[in-house]
């Protein structure tokens, strides 16, 4: 697979405040009915945006940028405004269907304004290319691939000589399904066995049995096995991002309302105490979160 861009045509201080005022704009006048949509994940790129901010301070402006599961686009066309070569990976599938038609408004008025990423309709597992992208992410992609093991193999491989990726998803040692709102029970099969009337009436995903067929039940324990078994990449957990994500369920309306009220009770009550911010101390493969970083020093015949 080839990987050829269109020239940013933004500087790297592009706001994102700007594009996605502007964009909103542009749905209220001509597709006013996907603006629900819309205003949800626009502030989940906020929140992406900040969060891989840090991993993006040393790139030079032109590199090139891999978002695996790139959803409605809306970082991917954000990235590529700041002077970044972007390509998502998107095949919406397994529940994520309802993306389609707004994803192609996004992209549509991106390509308009020039800046829109490249876009393969590929699977993390199905990719191809190998030592392009200085800089990969994704956000709450992980836990939907279809084998974990295969999906890291080939996002590290197309990493360049020093590259990251970097990633969050649920960790699903920690007894907590946070798309049903659902304690885990064990294991995926006596959790659907015990569930299996909340997951199928769940008003919280669109498609209960698409969604809940992808989860694959990656965890911290998991992600540790399949690098340590791969020569050349180097392994991080961060353990901050629980502390952020606790405040926004207790200061965030819309982030707070994918929670039962039991889980935005106590976790209100640990944010009015100040209490969560311990909960940076507590070890990786205990936390519902994980905040991964794999880097990429070399592979295969390399090392």
């Known amino acids: 697979m080839s990987v050829e861009h269109k020239g940013a045509v933004h500087s790297r201080e592009a706001d994102i405040e700007d594009f996605l005022r502007a964009l909103r704009e542009f749905l209220l006048v001509n597709h006013a009915n996907l603006l629900p949509l819309y205003d949800t994940f626009a502030q989940e790129s906020r929140f992406a945006r900040a969060w891989i901010a840090p991993s993006l301070v040393d790139l030079q402006d032109g590199s090139e940028i891999l978002e695996v599961g790139a959803g409605l686009m809306l970082l991917s066309c954000q990235l590529q405004r700041e002077g970044f070569f972007v390509t998502a990976l998107e095949p919406i599938e397994g529940g994520f269907s309802m993306f389609s038609e707004l994803q192609g408004v996004v992209l549509q008025y991106a390509d308009k304004n020039g800046f829109a990423p490249r876009l393969f309709p590929i699977a993390a597992e199905e990719l191809q290319t ?35 990726y970097r990633f969050t998803c649920p960790n699903y040692y920690f007894p907590y399904e946070p798309h049903f709102n659902i304690p885990i029970i064990l294991s995926k099969r006596i959790t659907k066995m015990v569930f299996s009337e909340a997951i199928l009436r769940s008003s919280r995903v669109t498609d209960p049995i698409g969604t809940w067929a992808s989860l694959n039940w990656i965890n911290v324990r998991q992600i540790q096995h399949i690098v340590d078994k791969t020569n050349g990449l180097t392994l991080r957990f961060d353990r901050d991002l629980i502390v952020h994500t606790l405040e926004r369920v207790a200061l965030d309306p819309d982030f707070a309302k994918r929670r039962s009220a ?24 205990l936390q519902p979160i994980i905040d991964c970083r794999i880097k990429r020093h070399c592979l295969g015949k390399e090392c």
């Open 130 to 164: 190998e030592k392009v992208f200085a800089f990969a992410y994704s956000v709450n992609v992980m836990e939907h691939v279809r084998s974990v093991p295969r999906a890291l193999e080939r996002i590290c491989r197309s990493l360049v000589v020093g590259g990251e």
């Open 262 to 285: 039991w889980v935005r009770a106590v976790i209100g009550t640990i944010v009015k105490l100040g209490i969560h911010r311990f909960t940076r101390f507590v070890p990786a493969l």
